[in-house]
C-alpha cells in the first residue's frame, strides 16, 4: 500500500521523526473507537530544539516553526498508531501552547504553524477546530506543545 501522505511530506521536504518517547507517566496516544487523543508534542527533532518564551527567547518565526516540529513529531505518533498517514479521516481538534511573556498576544500567530501545515498536509482533512493558549512554563523549556483528537478510518 503506498503512503500518499509521506509521499506529500517528502514532496514539501520533510520527514516524520522517530516515535519521541513519553517524558513521564503517560502514553503518546490512546485510541478508543475512531478518535486518537494524541498527548502534547513538543517542538524537538533530535538535535533541534525550539525552547524559550516567545517573543524574548525565541521569535514568533521560530516558535512557528516549531510548532511544525511538533506536528510532525505527533504525525509519527499517528503512523506508528494506525501504521499509515493515509488512514486519517479528519484532524478533529488541536491544543496549541506557547510559552510566552505574560504581555504576549500573538499565540494564535505562533500555532498557526501547526494548522497551516496540517492543511497543507491533508486538505480540508487537516481544517481543525482549534484553541491557542499562552503559559508561563512548558516541559524541558519548549516554547510550544501541541496535543490533537484525530479521527481514523478502521
Do not use: W
Not at 506508528?80 to 510559552?99: P, R
Not at 486538505?123 to 516541559?139: F, I, M, N, Q, Y
Amino acid at each position: 500500500m503506498t503512503d500518499t501522505i509521506l509521499e506529500k511530506l517528502a514532496s514539501l521536504g520533510l520527514t516524520l521523526p522517530a516515535v519521541p518517547a513519553p517524558l513521564a507517566a503517560y502514553v503518546n496516544c490512546v485510541r478508543t473507537g475512531n478518535l486518537l487523543f494524541l498527548s502534547g508534542g513538543l517542538p524537538i527533532d533530535g538535535d533541534k530544539k525550539m525552547i524559550g518564551k516567545v517573543p524574548t527567547d525565541i521569535s514568533i518565526e521560530e516558535a512557528k516553526e516549531g510548532a511544525r516540529i511538533a506536528i510532525l513529531n505527533r504525525l509519527a505518533v499517528i503512523r506508528d498508531v494506525v501504521g499509515s498517514l493515509d488512514k486519517v479521516k479528519q484532524i478533529v481538534t488541536l491544543n496549541g501552547f506557547v510559552s510566552s511573556e505574560p504581555d504576549f498576544y500573538g499565540h494564535p500567530q505562533v500555532i498557526n504553524g501547526a494548522s497551516e501545515l496540517l492543511v497543507e498536509i491533508f486538505g480540508d482533512k487537516g481544517r481543525h477546530s482549534r484553541t491557542a493558549l499562552g503559559v508561563a512554563a512548558l516541559p524541558l523549556n519548549a516554547s510550544v506543545e501541541i496535543n490533537l483528537i484525530v479521527e481514523v478510518e478502521d
